[in-house]
């Protein structure tokens, strides 16, 4: 019997009941609510052969960029292509359904093209648009979210369920495109109509990251704890946020702070738990702030995940914690799981191993080896094509700091002041770790010119 959701597009599901769990399901969804599978498994007990969600919880497993995720991802297409078949799926469905096959099969970037497709025949359908964009940020497609939503925004008004949270995806797209005011000003306007949209939130939070004003960012998201206070795992991450302004303030102990009570509250072994963990530590190692034995529980967690080879933006985080404490044996896994796949032909992992994965990985173990000059050059081959790992600007900037960090430390003051400039330029202004690695540039230049003025040489007599 076909249903209608939320949005007004039709549902091929057995009750009304059913309709009310799905749409509970895509709020909690656009919310990063933790209800969100409880949700979702309701929804599928009472209608095992709605197609739609199966096909949802395969593409939020394979989202969780974990091995076993693939082996259960695998089950729910086989469960969203059984019922399809013994129903009749709408279109709109199909498109979800044949999505999840896409990425099975190593193209992620397909199933962003297959659902935007979808999306422009059901511009009002918010499921669609917040899948496409989550997919297109796994990949590091800012252009492409960006696209997707400016595609079917007009689509949109203040009497649409999901108003608000389509204005928390559009900050995000806009601010990871480079337009921080009208990121800042999308995003708090988004949160007028969904107080609970903690995307759109940390969208303005990152906007006030990435143009320096880490004093504004704090006292916004201070003053809205209850914002993300209903989050999945996200919640961390927001945390995450919080601290690296405290970090930006020159507060490194309240960071720590945050990062027992809140980052890694749970001490899970979700990649972007254990991401968010890694790169506030170095964060704080690059300032000279010593984390004590914090990288203990990260290093096991990341030896047990060297060979899942499912993410290159988590194989990156789980060779920095390696890197501080791991193996030799469980660094050079890592670096051959990344090695067998730049090199493996076909799917749209190849090319973000080969062209940023495996260069960036190299950098990161010369880096801690204490070998600078290496380190610098293999980061900055990475630097271009970075992006490509997927993440944010925020997320990816940890790379950044290590390769000024390395150049300072080879003794090249000069890349190292370009590799400052170009990422002010990035981000729209000079941040605190920005300043203070300028000054020690132009105390280098400084020395280097003293030491070679032939006026100052000592002549023989």
Partial sequence: ????????????????????????????????????????????????????????????????????????????????????????????????????????????????????????????????????????FMMGDSTGMRASIEAVLG??????????????????????????????????????????DAWGLHAVAHVHDMTGRSEEGIAWLEKRPDGWAHCNNFGYHVWWHLALMYLDQGK????????????????????????????????????????????????????????????????????????????????????????????????DMQPVAEKAGLPAAQGLEEFRAGNYGTAFRFLTIAQKDLQIIGGSHAQRDVFDRITIDAALRAGLAAEAEAALRTRAKRRGALDRFAELRLETCHKMQTAQSVMLDNRLRATMT
């Fill in 155 to 196: 689509s949109y008004d203040e009497t649409h369920p999901a108003y608000g949270y389509v204005l928390g995806c559009r900050a995000f797209s806009l601010e990871e495109t480079g337009d921080y005011r009208l990121a800042e000003a999308c995003g708090k306007r988004g949160l007028e109509f969904a107080a609970n």
């Fill in 252 to 347: 490194p102990d309240k960071a720590l702070e945050l990062y027992d009570s809140e980052v890694r509250r749970d001490r899970t072994d979700d990649f972007r738990d254990i991401s968010n963990a890694v790169s506030l530590l170095v964060r704080l190692e690059l300032e000279g702030v010593a984390v004590g034995s914090r990288w203990h529980e990260l290093v096991h967690l990341s030896d047990k995940r060297a060979e899942d080879g499912c993410n290159v933006f988590a194989d990156l985080h789980y060779m920095i914690a390696l890197a501080n404490g791991g193996t030799g044996q469980a660094v050079n896994r890592l670096l051959l799981s990344l090695q067998q796949r730049a090199t493996l032909p076909g799917g």
């Fill in 1 to 136: 019997m076909a249903q209608t959701d939320q949005f007004g597009y039709e549902l091929t599901l057995s009750s009304p009941e059913c309709a009310t769990f799905w749409n509970s399901t895509v709020t909690a969804f656009l919310a990063h609510g933790r209800e969100t599978p409880v949700f979702l498994g309701k929804t599928l007990e009472l209608d095992p052969l709605f197609a739609l969600g199966h096909a949802a919880r395969g593409l939020f497993c394979l989202m969780l960029g974990r091995r076993e995720m693939t082996l259960a991802a695998t089950e729910a297409w086989q469960s969203a292509d059984a019922a399809r078949k013994a129903r009749n799926v709408t279109d709109r469905e199909a498109a979800v359904v044949d999505a999840l096959k896409d990425w099975l099969d190593g193209w992620p970037s397909r199933a962003a093209f297959r659902m935007d497709r979808a999306l422009l025949s059901a511009p009002e359908d918010a499921f669609l648009l917040k899948l496409v964009h989550a997919t297109r």
